[in-house]
């Protein structure tokens, strides 16, 4: 049985392939959905492309979609978004593909309008579930490049009070910081730098990526789409870009002191997550035992979230089952996908 597992994102489109079970290939493309839905017939191309003989799909397998792209402000509303990505679907996978409504199950494509309260953003449900099927306690944290999905999983359930954005925004199941894409004046008003503490600009002249580039801990892959100036991604545009935030020009200060301001930017991308975890632990009713499970592009910055929750912590990668470690963590990096092919 061939299963393909597609995450229709606003930023990117992931792709996840199992073959009895198992996941056997990975893929994530940049997709700036915001720009036109022509972006996203490029991406669904190029990852059909790279896929090759692992997407043909028999008469034993079925693609399944789950999606966050219709938040885009490409689209007027969510339904309007829905009905057009679950319809791109179905153009480029076939009239048969599957898509993810959370709690209302698997519905056909052409049934995603009518559902479209289920559909929107629910791709953080089907990870919740593969984690609730492997583990039974524990508490999911994926921290994506854009968002951080915090999710209870009691009693091999989802255990989430939101469902909707708006909901779990409410909750602090879902927060609006990911480990490349937030810009750094989202972190802070105002920040630590050579012994004083300076207002920050109130200006799109870095993301989260250039800190932790800076710090040495990107992961590898994880910066798909352009820097917020136009230029490299290289240590010194980083550090560049990141000194325009507080206005001090790069040769003022060491590169310890940069390192020092992006390890400043980080600490308080890492408290906003930490004390969001917090909050939604606190009404979870989960066991002491149970574990923080990390996933996403930024699971190693959860890992330091789980020691400050005092909670063991558990790569999602661990529970994916995958012809090699490698691929294991890069469905765990893409769990709605590899959940969607797993499911």
């Not at 039974?136 to 854009?146: E, H, Q, V």
């Not at 400050?308 to 765990?332: E, S």
Request: glycine letters at 10%; aromatic letters at 4%.
């Amino acid at each position: 049985m061939r299963r393909i597992g597609w995450d229709i994102g606003g930023a990117h489109l992931k792709a996840a392939v199992a073959e009895d079970g198992r996941i056997v290939a990975v893929v994530q493309e940049p997709c700036a959905l915001w720009q036109g839905l022509d972006r996203l017939d490029a991406a669904f191309a190029a990852v059909l492309g790279r896929i090759g003989a692992h997407g043909r799909i028999g008469e034993r397998g079925r693609h399944q979609a789950t999606m966050t792209g219709e938040l885009v402000d490409l689209f007027s509303s969510r339904a309007e978004g829905v009905a057009a990505l679950a319809a791109r679907a179905a153009e480029h996978l076939g009239a048969d593909v599957t898509i993810y409504a959370g709690r209302a199950g698997q519905i056909a494509a052409d049934n995603a309008a009518a559902h479209a309260d289920d559909v929107a953003s629910a791709n953080w449900h089907a990870t919740a579930r593969l984690t609730a099927a492997a583990l039974g306690d524990g508490l999911l944290i994926d921290m994506g490049s854009t968002t951080t999905d915090i999710i209870p999983v009691r009693a091999g359930a989802a255990a989430a009070r939101g469902y909707s954005d708006a909901e779990r925004l409410a909750t602090g199941e879902l927060v609006y910081t990911g480990v490349v894409r937030t810009p750094l004046m989202a972190l802070a008003a105002d920040i630590p730098f050579a012994g004083r503490r300076l207002g920050v600009m109130a200006e799109h002249f870095a993301t989260s990526a250039d800190i932790w580039r800076l710090l040495g801990r990107l992961p590898e892959g994880a910066d798909q789409h352009g820097t917020a100036d136009g230029r490299g991604k290289s240590v010194a545009e980083s550090r560049l870009r990141l000194s325009r935030m507080v206005g001090v020009d790069v040769a003022e200060a060491s590169m310890a002191a940069w390192r020092d301001l992006a390890a400043a930017f980080a600490e308080a991308q890492i408290r906003r997550i930490q004390d969001a975890a917090a909050t939604v632990l606190s009404g979870a009713g989960l066991p002491d035992a149970a574990p923080v499970v990390a996933c996403g592009a930024g699971a190693f910055a959860i890992e330091e979230v789980a020691r400050r929750l005092g909670r063991p912590c558990r790569p999602l990668a661990d529970l994916i089952p995958a012809t090699d470690p490698a691929l294991a963590l890069a469905a765990a990096a893409c769990a709605p996908a590899a959940a969607m092919a797993l499911l």
